[in-house]
């Protein structure tokens, strides 16, 4: 059975008309409204003393007086709504610099008869028709009052259209720039955190290789040990490694981590440092950038003195919106600024900016404080 394609009802030119026109006059923001009132009241503001004069000499009539001062006002806002139509129309009806000559036109013609319309009807015509009959003059017609509106409508709305067009054209383009300069960041953080991830599966090889020397001579006295700290070091290899593919972390891998690379270390040393782990259960699958905390705790086993601390603690809290990774480090001396503390104030301030911080303190029983305070959502700041 064939479908039969009924014709759709389309509405009539003019309709469409006044819908595009009565959406976009609905849509003006409020700001845009004031600066166009503004505008029109300095726009009245000006043609104050000479009005003023004029229902001086002719006497002082409510109706034509309030009336001619908002003529102005009026025209401000015909005008204005002409230029709106031309900013939110479409190029491929027309190009801008045609639809906004169109609108200047168009609105000059709509502004200038309602002003002559008004004139007549308020008794404004009259009163300047009094004052030509005084000085001797004789009336203007009507069709030269209109035409002679019309050009100045032209004149001072093509002024006004220029200034509005250089506004927009700044706005526009501050909106453009902010706009690339919010992708160049986001594609900066993205190249970063791929480095991160890239970092994070390349074993050190300083660590990796003193570990093979250690347990090739560990061998020699102890086949069994040493076959245990090969495990524990094949065990590091595959939680680091598989860091290459993702483009984040979390808590829980990030102590994972933490804890394969350091049985190598214990394995090898004696039992130091004991590592004790505690995290607030929703802080354990937050998200979490790597190469934030592991090199913190490399740090404090490469201690320039060459002492390994006796334990390391990591506490992870949730406080005020953030993240707080507190890493107890039972050695002092853990605070001086070096190469490595530099980095990780880099990579958190290229990954969140002012929302993150890394600080140091020693207390006085000996040991050294690291503490990280990053957004807790793990959401980049906006910059």
Same mark, same amino acid.
């Given at each position: 059975?064939?479908?039969?394609?009924?014709?759709?009802?389309? &509405?009539?030119?003019?309709?469409?008309?006044?819908?595009?026109?009565?959406?976009?006059?609905?849509?003006?923001?409020?700001?845009?409204? &004031?600066?166009?009132?503004?505008?029109?009241?300095?726009?009245?503001?000006?043609?104050?003393?000479?009005?003023?004069?004029?229902?001086?000499?002719?006497?002082?009539?409510?109706?034509?007086?309030?009336?001619?001062?908002?003529?102005?006002?009026?025209?401000?806002?015909?005008?204005?709504?002409?230029?709106?139509?031309?900013?939110?129309?479409?190029?491929?009806?027309? &190009?801008?610099?045609?639809?906004?000559?169109?609108?200047?036109?168009?609105?000059?013609?709509?502004?200038?008869?309602?002003?002559?319309?008004?004139?007549?009807?308020?008794?404004?015509?009259?009163?300047?028709?009094?004052?030509?009959?005084?000085?001797?003059?004789?009336?203007?017609?009507?069709?030269?009052?209109?035409?002679?509106?019309?050009?100045?409508?032209?004149?001072?709305?093509?002024?006004?259209?220029?200034?509005?067009?250089?506004?927009?054209?700044?706005?526009?383009?501050?909106?453009?720039?902010?706009?690339?300069?919010?992708?160049?960041?986001?594609?900066?953080?993205?190249?970063?955190?791929?480095?991160?991830?890239?970092?994070?599966?390349?074993?050190?090889?300083?660590?990796?290789?003193?570990?093979?020397?250690?347990?090739?001579?560990?061998?020699?006295?102890?086949?069994?040990?040493?076959?245990?700290?090969?495990?524990?070091?094949?065990?590091?290899?595959?939680?680091?490694?598989?860091?290459?593919?993702?483009?984040?972390?979390?808590?829980?891998?990030?102590?994972?981590?933490?804890?394969?690379?350091?049985?190598?270390?214990?394995?090898?040393?004696?039992?130091?440092?004991?590592?004790?782990?505690?995290?607030?259960?929703?802080?354990?699958?937050?998200?979490?950038?790597?190469?934030?905390?592991?090199?913190?705790?490399?740090?404090?086993?490469?201690?320039?003195?060459?002492?390994?601390?006796?334990?390391?603690?990591?506490?992870?809290?949730?406080?005020?919106?953030?993240?707080?990774?507190?890493?107890?480090?039972?050695?002092?001396?853990?605070?001086?600024?070096?190469?490595?503390?530099?980095?990780?104030?880099?990579?958190?301030?290229?990954?969140?900016?002012?929302?993150?911080?890394?600080?140091?303190?020693?207390?006085?029983?000996?040991?050294?404080?690291?503490?990280?305070?990053?957004?807790?959502?793990?959401?980049?700041?906006?910059?």
């Amino acid at each position: 059975m064939n479908a039969v394609t009924l014709p759709t009802r389309t &509405s009539p030119p003019w309709r469409q008309a006044l819908t595009f026109a009565w959406s976009t006059w609905t849509a003006i923001p409020r700001r845009r409204w &004031s600066w166009v009132l503004a505008v029109g009241l300095v726009v009245t503001l000006i043609g104050v003393p000479q009005r003023v004069d004029l229902l001086q000499k002719v006497g002082w009539q409510p109706l034509p007086a309030i009336v001619d001062l908002l003529l102005p006002l009026l025209a401000s806002l015909i005008m204005f709504l002409g230029w709106s139509l031309a900013d939110a129309g479409s190029d491929s009806w027309r &190009s801008r610099r045609t639809r906004l000559v169109f609108a200047l036109l168009a609105s000059a013609a709509v502004a200038s008869l309602a002003a002559v319309w008004l004139w007549y009807q308020s008794g404004v015509a009259d009163l300047w028709a009094q004052l030509a009959a005084e000085r001797g003059k004789a009336p203007k017609s009507p069709a030269l009052m209109l035409l002679a509106d019309f050009i100045n409508m032209v004149v001072v709305g093509g002024m006004i259209y220029a200034v509005a067009e250089v506004l927009c054209q700044r706005a526009r383009t501050q909106r453009d720039f902010e706009a690339m300069r919010r992708q160049q960041v986001t594609l900066e953080r993205q190249v970063l955190e791929s480095r991160l991830s890239a970092m994070q599966a390349q074993v050190e090889p300083r660590f990796l290789f003193d570990t093979l020397v250690d347990i090739e001579a560990l061998y020699a006295r102890d086949p069994q040990r040493a076959a245990g700290n090969l495990d524990r070091l094949i065990a590091y290899l595959r939680a680091a490694l598989p860091r290459l593919r993702d483009t984040g972390s979390t808590i829980d891998a990030e102590f994972d981590l933490v804890r394969a690379y350091l049985e190598v270390v214990t394995a090898v040393h004696g039992g130091r440092p004991r590592l004790t782990v505690t995290a607030a259960e929703p802080c354990r699958q937050a998200r979490f950038y790597p190469m934030l905390l592991l090199p913190l705790v490399q740090r404090a086993v490469r201690h320039p003195s060459g002492r390994l601390p006796d334990s390391v603690s990591i506490d992870v809290r949730r406080e005020a919106g953030d993240t707080v990774v507190a890493l107890r480090v039972a050695l002092g001396g853990g605070c001086a600024d070096d190469p490595e503390l530099a980095r990780v104030r880099e990579r958190l301030d290229g990954l969140y900016g002012p929302a993150a911080r890394l600080d140091c303190a020693e207390d006085a029983g000996g040991s050294t404080l690291l503490t990280l305070r990053v957004p807790a959502d793990g959401a980049t700041a906006p910059r």
